[in-house]
């Protein structure tokens, strides 16, 4: 069976993502449209509201679905 720990993308800034490295945290994905307008207030928006909630239990994963094997 794949886990998302299996797989590696690349980051907006064309950097390679290997999930392997969070292997036991709790991850929140969240697909973005990194060339919209929009994607600095929504994710500055939902960062603030996730680090007041669970500062130290999760680590944040923003995508644009580019997974490689």
Known sequence: ?????DFKALTSK?????????EGKVLLI?????KCGFTP???ATLLL??????RRT???CFS???YRN
Do not use: C, H, P, W
């Not at 064309?14 to 969070?22: A, P, S, Y």
């Not at 969240?30 to 990194?34: G, K, R």
């Open 1 to 5: 069976m794949t886990r998302i720990y």
């Open 14 to 22: 064309g950097k390679e993502l290997d999930f392997k490295q969070f």
């Open 30 to 34: 969240v697909n973005t449209a990194s």
């Open 41 to 43: 207030l929504s994710s």
């Open 49 to 54: 509201q996730l680090q007041r909630t669970l």
């Open 58 to 60: 999760l680590k944040l």
């Open 64 to 66: 644009k679905l580019n």
